[in-house]
């Protein structure tokens, strides 16, 4: 996947997680329906509405920063979520859109400190 | 029958040739089967027509009076600094709501083709780049434009205010006189006006919807009705063309900006920077979802704007047109650069690879039609 703009990545270093697994609530963890788990780092989210549809914005919610992008048309997303925090570890993230059908991959950075851990899903979406 | 032998010889070449003409021929007008993945993604460009409610950043979003003002200024010349156009004047109905030439000519030539005005309340995004989140703020644009029709909101006020028949409705509409109301308000609620009149400018069920309706009640009759072309037309848009990736569901457009190679240079030194300026024009503008002239107090369709991304990329994207009625809005791309239908399949059958831009759309890659691939091509946007 192109690697993503510092900003879009960066977004969420300040608030959402320096410590997302000693933050991260595991009942909120297991009330989401998507869960994904990497080198001790679990990242939890749910989009609302729960079935993208192309060109329609949605939300998601989670505990780390996201993005997405299509890595076989080699773009991200034409819009920048923004942040909303629900509370320690647990963030929304709004303004979510994808432009086209086909597969996308949503990123999820988790950031302690300087470290990053990087999460991905694959999505296939409305074709 | 017996035939002098030098008859014979030319007689079987004939005969060969004729055996080949008709078995061709059948084999064009041969019935066209989908698979499932083809039947359903065909059936993902409807149903038609898609239903819209009123625009809640516009208070006169869908009031029949202001429906029949808007109409009045749309062809009423007093929008026009000189008084010499009208809104009419480059959106001809007969001609699709456009003007049929490559490129729009105002009080002089623009940089860009004519847009047609069908089925504006599923627009995101409005003009080739984009530069309005909304139809009122888009319909303020060449009303300001010194290259359309060159007015400015003080002079635009007075105007109204000496045309007894532009007047008297805008007290109506808007609860008062327009000399009660400050310039840039008074400019703003013609746009509202304008706006409302455009909105029920919508293309009806077309040949293709019909098609995409039986094919979905597998109603063999009314498909077999469909001309063969066309079928295997929106075979290949839907397969090999991957042209419904970005010409997507019932409206044929996902409503976004992609690059697809067409020079962007109106003239030598000078760049149309596309989506780029569109998004820099919007973040400015007074008259975005987000400025103080949005009627919707929870901003509730404001989230494109809130969230679009500037990138690099945005140069030399374009919106992607709705192909509904396409065939009445030549010339096409949005330098009207392509004279005809065919013209542009062949843009994407042969598509100039070196001139995308190296982080941009991966996905288009020439298709190198066939001429009868092109022809079903043309003949099934010809029936949209």
Redesign the interface.
């Known amino acids: 996947m192109?690697k993503l703009?510092l900003a879009a990545a960066a977004f969420v270093l300040a608030g959402t997680a320096p410590a997302l697994a000693e933050h991260c609530p595991k009942d909120m963890l297991a009330a989401m329906e998507n869960r994904l788990s990497a080198d001790g780092t679990a990242v939890a989210y749910k989009t609302d509405p729960a079935k993208i549809a192309?060109?329609k914005?949605f939300s998601i919610e989670v505990v780390a920063c996201v993005d997405a992008g299509m890595p076989?048309?080699?773009?991200?997303?034409?819009?920048?979520?923004?942040e909303k925090k629900l509370g320690p570890g647990h963030s929304k993230f709004?303004?979510m859109?994808f432009?086209?059908?086909?597969a996308w991959q949503i990123t999820f950075d988790v950031y302690e400190g300087d470290k990053r851990r990087r999460l991905t899903e694959k999505v296939k979406i409305?074709? | 029958m017996s035939f002098p032998r030098p008859l014979r010889r030319l007689l079987w070449p004939l005969l060969a040739a004729g055996f080949f003409l008709t078995s061709a021929a059948a084999a064009a007008d041969a019935p066209v089967s989908f698979t499932d993945d083809e039947k359903a993604l065909i059936l993902s460009h409807g149903p038609w027509p898609v239903k819209t409610g009123p625009d809640p950043s516009n208070r006169v979003s869908g009031d029949a009076a202001a429906i029949a003002y808007g109409k009045a200024l749309f062809e009423s010349p007093d929008l026009a600094i000189d008084r010499g156009r009208s809104c009419a004047t480059c959106h001809v109905p007969e001609l699709g709501h456009g003007d049929g030439k490559p490129l729009g000519v105002g009080r002089v030539r623009v940089d860009r083709n004519t847009m047609p005005l069908f089925n504006l309340r599923l627009n995101t995004w409005y003009g080739w780049d984009g530069k309005s989140d909304n139809l009122w703020a888009q319909s303020i644009a060449p009303i300001l434009d010194p290259r359309e029709l060159g007015m400015t909101p003080e002079e635009l006020r007075p105007r109204i205010a000496e045309t007894p028949a532009l007047a008297s409705p805008y007290r109506d509409i808007f609860g008062a006189d327009v000399t009660d109301h400050d310039a840039e308000t008074a400019m703003v609620n013609i746009a509202k006006a304008l706006a409302a009149y455009q909105e029920t400018l919508t293309s009806g069920r077309s040949a293709f919807d019909r098609f995409r309706d039986a094919l979905a009640a597998d109603d063999a009759a009314e498909i077999a009705s469909y001309q063969a072309a066309a079928q295997r037309g929106a075979k290949l848009f839907v397969g090999r063309g991957r042209c419904d990736l970005c010409h997507f569901g019932a409206n044929f457009t996902n409503g976004e900006f992609h690059d697809i190679g067409l020079p962007h240079f109106p003239e030598q030194g000078r760049v149309d920077k596309g989506r780029y300026g569109g998004i820099l024009v919007l973040r400015r503008s007074r008259y975005n979802l987000l400025g103080p002239f949005n009627d919707d107090a929870g901003r509730t369709t404001a989230g494109f704007t809130r969230h679009v991304r500037l990138t690099q990329r945005n140069w030399g994207e374009f919106r992607v047109p709705s192909l509904r009625n396409v065939a009445r809005t030549a010339p096409y791309m949005h330098d009207g650069s392509k004279a005809t239908l065919e013209d542009v399949v062949r843009h994407y059958s042969d598509i100039p690879e070196e001139r995308l831009h190296q982080d941009g759309e991966k996905l288009l890659r020439p298709l190198n039609l066939t001429d009868g691939e092109i022809a079903d091509l043309v003949a099934f946007l010809r029936t949209l």
């Open positions: 192109r703009p192309v060109g914005p076989m048309h080699g773009h991200g997303m034409n819009y920048t979520p923004s709004d303004g859109v432009h086209m059908p086909g409305g074709r």
